[in-house]
T-cell receptor, first 110, second 112 residues
Framework: KAGVTQTPRYLIKTRGQQVTLSCSPISGHRSVSWYQQTPGQGLQFLFEYFSETQRNKGNFPGRFSGRQFSNSRSEMNVSTLELGDSALYLC?????????FGPGTRLTVL | EDQVTQSPEALRLQEGESSSLNCSYTVSGLRGLFWYRQDPGKGPEFLFTLYSAGEEKEKERLKATLTKKESFLHITAPKPEDSATYLCAVQVGQGGSEKLVFGKGTKLTVNP
C-alpha cells in the first residue's frame, strides 16, 4: 500500500509570496492533518480535514488555510509568507486513530 | 493547556547499552499516546499506540509502556541504526475532532 505523498518536497519562496502544498493520503484514509515542524517549536498542529470539512484547527494565523477534495487529497496554502514560516510542513492521514506521516515539504522563505 | 514533555533532550549510548526515554503529559481527555521515530529530513514513522495505563507494546528492541501520567520507551541492546529522534504525542479532543500534541523529542545517538 502506498504511503502518504507530499509535493513538492522542497520550495524556496520570498517574503510576501504565497505557496500551496499538496498531500495525497493513504488509500482509504479520509482524515488528513497538517503540522508545522521547526527546530524551536517542534511539531505543531495546523488543522485537520475529514470528508472535505475542517474538523479542528490549531493556533495559527488566518494566513494558513487548507482544503480537502472529494478524493481525500488535501492542500494547504500560506499567504503573505514571512521569514518565520520557514519550516518542514508535514501531512498525516488516518483511518481511525493512528496518524501516518508523509515525508514533508521543506519550505524556505528568503 | 495540553502539554507533553520529553526527557532527556538528547541521549548518547554505546551499542548494547540499554536505556529509557521518558514522556510525561498533562492533558484533558487523553484518547491515546503515540510514539514515532523520525530520521533527519524525513517524516515521523509510526511505532506504537497506547490507550490505557498498564498497557505495553513491543517491537524488536523497543518496548513502550504507559502510566496515568507518563510513558516510557525502553530500548534494549540498541544498535547504531536505532539512532534517530523519538517523538511522543498524545491525542486529545473528542467527538471525532482530535489532534496530536507532540513533545519536542529525544535525539538518540548510538555509537558502535
Amino acid at each position: 500500500k502506498a504511503g502518504v505523498t507530499q509535493t513538492p518536497r522542497y520550495l524556496i519562496k520570498t517574503r510576501g509570496q504565497q505557496v500551496t502544498l499538496s498531500c495525497s493520503p493513504i488509500s482509504g484514509h479520509r482524515s488528513v492533518s497538517w503540522y508545522q515542524q521547526t527546530p524551536g517549536q517542534g511539531l505543531q498542529f495546523l488543522f485537520e480535514y475529514f470528508s472535505e470539512t475542517q474538523r479542528n484547527k490549531g493556533n495559527f494565523p488566518g494566513r494558513f488555510s487548507g482544503r480537502q477534495f472529494s478524493n481525500s487529497r488535501s492542500e494547504m496554502n500560506v499567504s503573505t509568507l514571512e521569514l518565520g514560516d520557514s519550516a518542514l510542513y508535514l501531512c498525516a492521514s488516518s483511518l481511525v486513530y493512528e496518524q501516518f506521516f508523509g515525508p514533508g515539504t521543506r519550505l524556505t522563505v528568503l | 493547556e495540553d502539554q507533553v514533555t520529553q526527557s532527556p533532550e538528547a541521549l548518547r549510548l554505546q551499542e548494547g547499552e540499554s536505556s529509557s526515554l521518558n514522556c510525561s503529559y498533562t492533558v484533558s481527555g487523553l484518547r491515546g499516546l503515540f510514539w514515532y521515530r523520525q530520521d533527519p529530513g524525513k517524516g515521523p514513522e509510526f511505532l506504537f499506540t497506547l490507550y490505557s495505563a498498564g498497557e505495553e507494546k513491543e517491537k524488536e528492541r523497543l518496548k513502550a509502556t504507559l502510566t496515568k501520567k507518563e510513558s516510557f520507551l525502553h530500548i534494549t541492546a540498541p544498535k547504531p541504526e536505532d539512532s534517530a529522534t523519538y517523538l511522543c504525542a498524545v491525542q486529545v479532543g473528542q467527538g471525532g475532532s482530535e489532534k496530536l500534541v507532540f513533545g519536542k523529542g529525544t535525539k538518540l545517538t548510538v555509537n558502535p
